[in-house]
């Protein structure tokens, strides 16, 4: 699986940005899809997960109620729509692909290139 991911960009706080990650192949329904995001200085951390069939999604405490993911397995694509920004979400944001149920960044098979999301204050 070959990850692709766009929308990044710069907003101001409380901004909204939509990231998208588009997957090459034809099984993207069968793989668990994260967001992950690491800012500069830090470790990659959990942002948000999707269920295979977008049945059952997770967000880390931090992101909860301004970020919202979700998937259309006829586009291969997965999304990542974030509201009220902060300066804290500034990162460069992953996608990333598994067939497993997992938060654990290492877990996770396949990665997107990252795209850059800056917001100012």
């Known amino acids: 699986v070959q990850l692709q991911a766009s929308g990044g960009g710069l907003v101001q706080t409380g901004g909204s940005l939509r990231l998208s990650c588009v997957a090459s192949?034809?099984?993207?329904?069968?793989?668990?899809m994260g967001w992950f995001r690491q800012a500069p200085g830090k470790e990659r951390e959990f942002v948000a997960l999707i269920s295979w069939t977008a049945g059952s999604t997770y967000y880390a405490d931090s992101v909860k109620g301004r970020f919202t993911i979700s998937r259309d397995n006829a586009k291969n694509t997965v999304y990542l729509q974030m509201n009220s920004l902060k300066p804290e979400d500034t990162a460069v944001y992953y996608c990333?692909?598994?067939?497993?149920?997992?938060?654990?960044?290492?877990?996770?098979?396949?990665w997107g290139q990252g795209t850059l999301v800056t917001v100012s204050s």
């Open positions: 990333a692909a598994d067939r497993k149920w997992t938060v654990a960044s290492n877990e996770y098979d396949y």
């Open positions: 192949g034809r099984t993207f329904s069968r793989y668990v």
